[in-house]
Each structure stands twice: as structure tokens, then as C-alpha cells.
Nanobody, 114 residues
Framework: QVQLVESGGGSVQAGGSLRLSCAAS????????LGWYRQAPGKQRELVAA???????NYAESVKGRFTISRDNAKNTVYLQMNSLKPEDTAVYFC????????WGQGTQVTVSS
């Protein structure tokens, strides 16, 4: 079982940056899939960025070149660095870990104003 706690959300102006953190309750070294998702009001939850155990990363087209996912196995934490934020990035951001089944955090709100 894995408990996930996100932090780092907030309100920024367009063009600004935020770094989200997702702290896991146990080692993430053996977790092959860690992802950041987001859900905007009235929209479906979508995958924003993912990190696999093999070291590869994947990004939604809409955030490529602006967002970076990384993991610190020593701290059991996965990060999402978000730069050049746009109003359309406004959403609740969730961390997900795939470890036998999917585990989700409670989400953190990101609001980008124009």
C-alpha cells in the first residue's frame, strides 16, 4: 500500500512557475510508474507527465518543453516542475503510483491567471 501527499500548488500569473511535490509513504524505488494527472472543472482527468522505473519520462503534448517530472528515490518523492504556466494549466493536480493497483493523492490546486 502507498499513501501519497501532494503539495506545492497555488496561484500564479501566466508565465510563472510552480513545483509540485508528491511524498510517498514508502520507497518508490521499485514503483515502475509514477504519474502526474490533472483535472480541470468539467473536464476528464488527463495524464500530464509520467516517470517509469527504467528512467524514461513521457509528457502530454500540451506541456512538453514546459513541465519536467523527476523522482528522488532517497526522499520517496516525485516532483513536477512547471514553467511558463498558462491559464489553461489551471486544474487540480494529482499524483498517482502504480504498485499492484493505482494509488492516488488528494490533489493540489493550481490556478494560473492571465
Amino acid at each position: 500500500q502507498v499513501q501519497l501527499v501532494e503539495s506545492g500548488g497555488g496561484s500564479v500569473q501566466a508565465g510563472g512557475s510552480l513545483r509540485l511535490s508528491c511524498a510517498a509513504s514508502r520507497s518508490i524505488f521499485s514503483i515502475n510508474f509514477l504519474g502526474w494527472y490533472r483535472q480541470a472543472p468539467g473536464k476528464q482527468r488527463e495524464l500530464v507527465a509520467a516517470s517509469t522505473g527504467g528512467g524514461s519520462t513521457n509528457y502530454a503534448e500540451s506541456v512538453k518543453g514546459r513541465f519536467t517530472i523527476s523522482r528522488d528515490n532517497a526522499k520517496n518523492t516525485v516532483y513536477l516542475q512547471m514553467n511558463s504556466l498558462k491559464p489553461e494549466d489551471t486544474a487540480v493536480y494529482f499524483c498517482m503510483a502504480l504498485a499492484g493497483r493505482d494509488y492516488w493523492g488528494q490533489g493540489t490546486q493550481v490556478t494560473v491567471s492571465s
